[in-house]
Nanobody
Framework: QLQLVESGGGLVQPGGSLRLSCTASGSTLDNYEFAWFRQAPGKEREGLSCIGLGRYRTHYIDSVKGRFTISRDNAKKTVFLQMNNLKPEDTGVYFC??????????????????????WGQGTQVTVSS
């Protein structure tokens, strides 16, 4: 069974960068699609980005387009979220999620939380001066 562990969070100043990692175990990644979600203080969890089976099929919400980049390395069993030009509103707990569906894409522009059935424990990102 697939298990996910996020890492790479921390405290960063506005304008800074962080790279989050989501390391998988228990299965190969070949058939899984992945997403990153964020839960800001006092807010519901929202989808930020996802990546399909082909590394070039990605989606982003508007607020992170041009600043965040999702990628995957199946050989290393790791999915990354490179975050640049961070803003205070990027503060929150970041979750990695995964799922597989042989009939239709999991990674879509809607970034629906319910499409993902495996979750990590989250990593805290705080953007503050």
């Amino acid at each position: 069974q697939l298990q996910l562990v996020e890492s790479g969070g921390g405290l960063v100043q506005p304008g800074g960068s962080l790279r989050l990692s989501c390391t998988a175990s228990g299965s190969t990644l070949d058939n899984y699609e992945f997403a990153w979600f964020r839960q800001a203080p006092g807010k519901e969890r929202e989808g930020l980005s996802c990546i399909g089976l082909g590394r070039y099929r990605t989606h982003y919400i508007d607020s992170v387009k041009g600043r965040f980049t999702i990628s995957r390395d199946n050989a290393k069993k790791t999915v990354f979220l490179q975050m640049n030009n961070l803003k205070p509103e990027d503060t929150g707990v970041y979750f990695c999620a995964a799922s597989r569906d042989p009939f239709q894409p999991v990674c879509t522009a809607e970034l629906r939380e319910r499409r993902y059935d495996t979750w990590g424990q989250g990593t805290q990102v705080t953007v503050s001066s």
